[in-house]
């Protein structure tokens, strides 16, 4: 007797499903990781397939227009000047239809002796090599901005992204010049074959209290006839689904509606249906087409009820007369946005004519795409069933027609047909042992950094820009030191490419990689990435992990992939960090190396107070090896003598902070503590906290610094509101806006005479400054060990803390702490001032999220966010906060520039 299970019939039912389920799972191309590089560099794509529109010499000929390689005389260089006029163009074959994303330029170095390169090129291109479209950007922009100089290597992300086998990239310039240029292109193979759509225009929908929506093709690179859309594509193909709510889009200053094309059923007449055509590069079997549609039916929304395709073999054919129609399962209790799978039967087609029909006042596609057979699996691989086994789909469930009672035996097919299914089988259980195994991993580290949803913020208040500049601090080619030699002066793009799929393949590129931490960093984010960073970091030599601010030995169990970094990467560019937090919990300045290991005992200035007549009163925060108390010091006025920087408390006990080292610390503890000391000496100035006196002939070591009566400045301000004549009637503790501009301008004081010093605090913020009854305010560094301020911190396995919602996107990448990164964190102090410290910054992301933000302020797309203008901040004040979270350090002011902008508004 035969099991039924072995039943050849149910086999190749169940073997079917799970083909078109895989296809089903796989949806529209991601244009965010679509990044591949197409081949210029590595010369996959060969040199007949490079041509261009002139050509100064021989040797300056479209073949060596490589990025990254110096063969000929260095790159492609159009024959004589260009002129603003002119049309010079450098053409590529791709060889297919590729889906492109990004484009990468350098202009010609030659090993030092050539200057030559475009500031700014447009795109043309075609994907039959006949009819050519000028590329243009979301905004209408046709020109994108390339290199400064030789020798950086500029990339530019492609919004929209263009699908095509031909490009075309033409300099532009505005002076008569001669420009020379490097290429290469990304993206990845665009396997579907569609190469265009018709569709009826898009409509506008209003409607009483609701936004303006248009819901047109604003990207459509066809052409537009008789309220029509024909020979091209545009938003239907870009990879961008739109969002639930139709009104909100994912794209940055776009009109509501713009990631749809909709039509209104009343429009069109009395068909009651949309007809589109699809075009497709040669003929396919098709298995099925998915069409992201909104459903949201509270405003007249909803999935289309039905849907009947046409199917024609050859173009110059007639239209096949039997149609294959698909009945959509309709959701009232959903409003979500969803694909519907519908199946095409496997009928061979080069181009498909599909009606859908209207389930309500309108229907909205953001994206559509094809499964072919010959794509997935290859036709002869699966005999077709007969009309009676056919499998259906619907939206909402898979059922198939049962198998027949009786059937004629036919062993040759069966065995192949079982090996198919465990080869399935085997594979479905490799990849539940991978999660499992991540599950793992990531149960190991206390938080794991996860990727901001574009639902979780659809709100991106950021300029938008699509260029990344690339390149190493600002030294000046020297003879001899060209790119090819030891000393590098452009830092190459690693966007990933196929190799680093393969594990191994990615820990032999890793030492490849660490010659830029920038270019590592550009990976963060991509959940592939990082899972092999992850698992490969800490495999390969010379790789360290950056977990709290100082270098260590790589351990998967304490770092997580944003803090591996190679031993030859960039080291901090203006401070050799110590490290991040102090033996007593409290964050420790970073200075020079050289300054502190010179500094000997004589340089304490501070002299030795008698341990009794410290009196505590409360513990304020505790580090690893040391507290934070808060004490009264008696008779320290006179101890200090004339010049105390203290105020007159005629004879009162002072409020004083002691550090204190406790008794099992370790003497590595002991000398970073002394170190501390000795840095503490040395600053003086009315708006830093000062270095009083100290207990260090015995145990426990001890250093008391300055305290002021009304605690720190986010306490004061969260307990106040802003004067007003309410608050003057009820007696409730205020602020004037006086008051906090003269706050500002004493914390900008306070750093830049820190930053005189070349000292970074690395922890700028409220809860670091302190105030007396004079609203005096001097910056304070033991905001890190308060237990009330622990959720300002992220904790790295409960060890390492980093304020990082006061970070600079490169401290957190890069592990980079300098005096731009203290004015990253004075914009952020500014904005608590300004809300009065009623909010955390970024409240409404998490630690993660706001993790994965500096990663948008590395890629630089437009994407990042920003904080929002506090309602009490003046308009040209919360400027000057957005000049300090410029994503370029050069371009942040400094201190001193900070404080004479501020003087002015405390005068007024």
Known sequence: MRCSCCDRRTIMHLFLLLILHATAAVGQIDPTHCRYALGMEDKRIRDEAVSASSQWYQSTGPQFARVNREEGDGAWCPKGQLEPSDTQYLQVDLGRLTFLTVVGTQGRYARNSGNEYARAYRLNYSRDAVLWTSWKNRAGNPVMEANKNAYD?????????????????????RVSTTVCMRLELYGCSWDEGLVSYGAPEGQQLQRPGLPLASFNDSTY??????????????????????????????????????????????????????????????????????????????????????????????????????PVTFVTVLDDRNPSARYVTVPLSRRAAQSLRCRFYFADVWMMFSEVSFQSEDAVLPTAVLPSLPPDEETTLTTS??????????????????????????????????????????????????????????????????????????????????????????????????????????????????????????????????????LLLLTSCHMASGWLCACGGGYAEPDVTQCTPHQCFHSNAPHYAETDIVRLQGVTGSNMYAVPAV???????????????????????????????????????????????????????????????????????????????????????????????????????????????EYMENGDLNMFLSQREIESTLTHANNIPSVSLSDLLHMSVQIASGMKYLASLNFVHRDLATRNCLLDRRLTIKIADFGMSRNLYSSDYYRIQGRAVLPIRWMAWESILLGKFTTASDVWAFGVTLWEIFTLCKEQPYSLLSDEQVIENTGEFFRNQGRQIFLYAPPLCPPSLFELMMRCWRRNIPDRPTFEGLYQALKPHVNQ
Not at 157 to 172: L, N, Q, T
Not at 641 to 655: A, F, I, K, N, T
């Open 153 to 173: 290597y500029v990339i530019n992300d492609v919004h929209p992204p263009i699908i095509a086998r031909y490009v075309r990239v033409i300099p532009v310039t």
């Open 221 to 322: 690179d066809g052409v537009r006839d008789r309220r029509r859309l024909w020979g091209g594509l545009g938003q239907l193909t870009d990879g961008v689904i739109g969002l639930d709510n139709f009104l909100q889009t994912r794209q940055y200053n776009t009109w509501p509606g713009y990631d749809y094309l909709g039509w209104r059923n009343d429009s069109l007449g009395t068909q009651g249906h949309v007809e589109m055509e699809f075009v497709f590069d040669r003929q396919r079997n098709f298995t099925s087409m998915k069409v992201h549609s909104n459903n949201m039916f509270s405003l007249g929304v909803k999935i289309f009820s039905s849907v009947s395709c046409w199917f024609k073999p050859r173009l110059v054919a007639t239209w096949d007369p039997e």
């Open 397 to 530: 469930s898979i059922t198939t027609a049962s198998p027949a009672t009786s059937e004629s035996p036919d062993t040759g097919n069966t065995p192949v047909l079982i090996g198919c299914l465990v080869t399935i089988i085997l594979l479905l259980v490799i990849i539940i042992f991978l999660i499992l195994w991540c599950q793992c991993v990531c149960k190991v580290l206390e938080k794991a950094p996860r990727r901001i949803l574009d639902e979780d913020v659809t709100v991106r208040l950021s300029s938008c820009s699509d260029t990344i500049i690339l390149q190493t601090p600002p030294v000046p080619p020297r003879a001899g030191h060209g790119p090819n030699n030891a000393g590098p002066h452009y830092e190459r793009v690693f966007l990933l490419d196929p190799q680093y799929q393969n594990p191994a393949v990615l820990r032999n590129k890793l030492p490849e990689l660490s010659q830029s931490a920038e270019a590592s960093a550009l990976l963060l984010g991509n959940p592939l990435y990082d």
């Open 595 to 705: 300054t502190v290991d010179s500094l000997t005992r004589k340089d304490i200035s501070a002299a030795e107070f008698p341990r009794h007549q410290l009196i505590f009163r409360e513990k304020l925060g505790e580090g690893q090896f040391g507290e934070v108390h808060l004490c009264e010091a008696e008779g320290l006025q006179e101890f200090l003598g004339e010049g105390s920087p203290l105020p007159d408390r005629d004879g009162y006990s002072v409020l004083v902070a002691v550090k204190q080292l406790r008794a099992d610390a370790t003497s590595q503890a002991r000398n970073d503590f002394m170190k501390e000391i000795k840095i503490m000496s040395r600053l003086n100035d009315s708006n830093i906290i000062r270095l009083l006196c100290v207990c260090v002939t015995s145990d426990p070591l001890c250093m008391v610094t």
